[in-house]
């Protein structure tokens, strides 16, 4: 009779466990993506990841080869290229993965890794692109010449990594949490959690994360492209070429931002604050593509659109040859300064702003009349 009473205990234990799993696996089903739809993210994932990998790749080959691109500003774009790598290494990879088998493989544990590194790394490249641009902004303006100081740009360096890990550590410690996002293959932050502490996490991180960093760099590259227009006025060949380049640039620079990252954000704090299940599998999965697209993204704009790394990389692949056929190396390094006074009729004073045609080289490519040495290369 107690092996009766037992056997019906685990027949019971074991029906209220199936129905336990069948309810899980119904909810997360609900989450899930067709078969296609599976195979059509893991495409993607797959094309970011590779071609992530390889660009940055590239940007980091450039670095180790040429010595005349080891500057001092020159090191955040080699810490953009640095976080953007690891995210392809220590990120994507596993998202990719699971796409493949249509569910998160790694348990509660490797969703924890996989959020952490994630948002740890892409922050550290978002805060490294917001301080690139106050760089160059500043650099166009400074008003005396000095020389190489690589201290400022590796404490910057430093600084991303630290307010990345300010801002990333507090879900493993219990403010907020990592949990699986969109279809189930990838963990980030939990949108979802409607705790009052998780919300205000998300407001934070927000705002010091995504909004901040945008004002910035609206603001930086404003500034930049005035200071440009204001050389055009007194140059009106080169430096309207230049202008035009620099438009372009500013304007490639803040789309990009903008498309790779606003979209998950407001998605984002429409799950954190919208009514539940507002947002779809598909609505969640684009979001974070677009976002993850940015390690493909940063390098063709932050390097292939500077001339230094540009000319590099025709060295590099052996293309040199034609870019000297069709002139399109570099001038001579020349320290011009101009010189824009302009007054401002409230106080009757006048500031000066110096622009540096070095500064400007070397944030714009431009096409070039005489062809000079190429860079150094190290063996």
């Known amino acids: 009779m107690d092996r009766r009473m037992f056997s019906g205990q685990d027949g019971l234990n074991q029906s209220f466990n199936l129905s336990d799993d069948r ?25 970011i990841m590779t071609f992530g990998f390889l660009n940055n790749f590239i940007v980091l080959l450039l670095f180790c080869k040429f010595k005349k691109l080891r500057t001092p500003v020159n090191m955040l ?32 544990s490797g969703c924890n890794w996989y959020g952490f590194v994630n948002s740890c790394f892409g922050i550290v490249s978002l805060i490294s692109l917001v301080i690139l641009s106050y760089d160059r902004y500043s650099t166009l303006t400074v008003c005396n ?54 919300h205000a996490y998300i407001i934070c991180l927000f705002i010091f994360c995504l909004a901040l960093p945008v004002l910035v760099m609206v603001y930086c590259y404003g500034r ?53 299940n507002i947002i779809t599998p598909v609505a969640s999965v684009v979001p974070s593509l677009l976002a993850k697209s940015s390690t493909v993204i940063n390098p063709l704009i932050y390097i292939l659109m500077n001339k230094q790394f540009y000319r590099c990389f025709l060295i590099l692949f052996h293309c040199n040859h034609w870019s000297a056929e069709n002139g399109n190396t570099s001038m001579a390094s020349k320290t011009t300064a101009i010189q824009l006074n302009r007054r401002v009729c409230s106080n009757a004073m006048a500031c000066t702003v110096q622009i540096s045609t070095d500064a400007l080289n070397q944030c ?5 009349i005489k062809n000079t040495s190429p860079p150094e290369v190290t063996t």
Not at 23 to 47: H, I, N, W
Not at 243 to 255: D, P, R
Request: hydrophobic share 45%.
């Open 77 to 108: 774009l080699l810490n953009i290229s640095v976080s953007d790598m690891l995210v392809c290494m220590f990120g994507t990879t596993l998202s990719f993965a699971s796409s493949i088998r249509g569910r998160w493989m790694l348990g509660p």
């Open 23 to 47: 309810e899980l696996m119904g909810s997360q089903a609900d989450r899930k993506l067709s078969p296609t739809g599976f195979a059509v993210l893991s495409v993607a994932l797959g094309f």
């Open 224 to 276: 930049l492209l005035w200071a440009v227009k204001q050389v055009g006025k007194i140059r009106k060949t080169a430096a309207r070429r230049r202008e035009y380049h620099i438009l372009f640039m500013v304007l490639t620079t803040v789309a990009c931002y903008l498309l790779c990252w606003m979209p998950y954000g407001v998605v984002a704090m429409m799950a954190t604050f919208g009514p539940p």
């Open 145 to 198: 010449k000095r020389g190489p100081d690589y201290r400022k740009p590796l404490l910057a360096v430093g600084v991303t990594w630290l307010y990345s890990l300010f801002w990333t550590v507090p879900p493993l410690l219990g403010w907020s949490s990592y949990s699986t996002e969109g279809a189930g293959t990838s963990c980030s932050v939990s949108w979802t959690a409607r705790t009052a502490q998780s």
């Open 364 to 368: 714009c490519s431009t096409p070039a």
